[in-house]
């Protein structure tokens, strides 16, 4: 019986040893315990700048004269919708508050 112990603990030893060289010859992450990790995940390519390169500049972006004017649009389209009573209600106005009071 010490025999049989001792054969299943050289073979353990040997296998954790393999695993461990097996590692870190093909640069392997060793996980024996099975939990979770974010390795997978970094290992990933990141396609973020990729992705905006293929977006052209919005030079609408930095010049102020464009974006007084599109907010000048928004708040006349706003004052126009208001008029016809189909703007936004007040705060505490809208329908889920008028649900809630009944």
């Not at 010859?25 to 990141?46: A, E």
């Not at 973020?48 to 930095?62: H, L, M, S, T």
């Not at 708040?75 to 703007?87: A, D, F, P, T």
């Given at each position: ?18 695993t461990e060289a ?59 919708l208001k008029r ?19």
């Amino acid at each position: 019986m010490a025999t049989n112990s001792l054969k299943g603990m050289i073979a353990a030893a040997l296998n954790k040893g393999v695993t461990e060289a097996r590692a870190r010859i093909f640069g392997h992450v060793l996980n024996p315990t099975g939990q979770r990790s974010t390795h997978k995940l970094l290992r990933k390519k990141l396609i973020g700048d990729k992705v905006a390169e293929w977006y052209p500049y919005d030079i609408k972006k930095d010049d102020p004269l464009i974006m007084a004017r599109q907010e000048q649009e928004r708040l006349s389209k706003l004052e126009m919708l208001k008029r016809r009573g189909k703007g936004p209600p007040k705060k505490g106005q809208g329908r889920r508050a008028a649900k809630r009071n009944k």
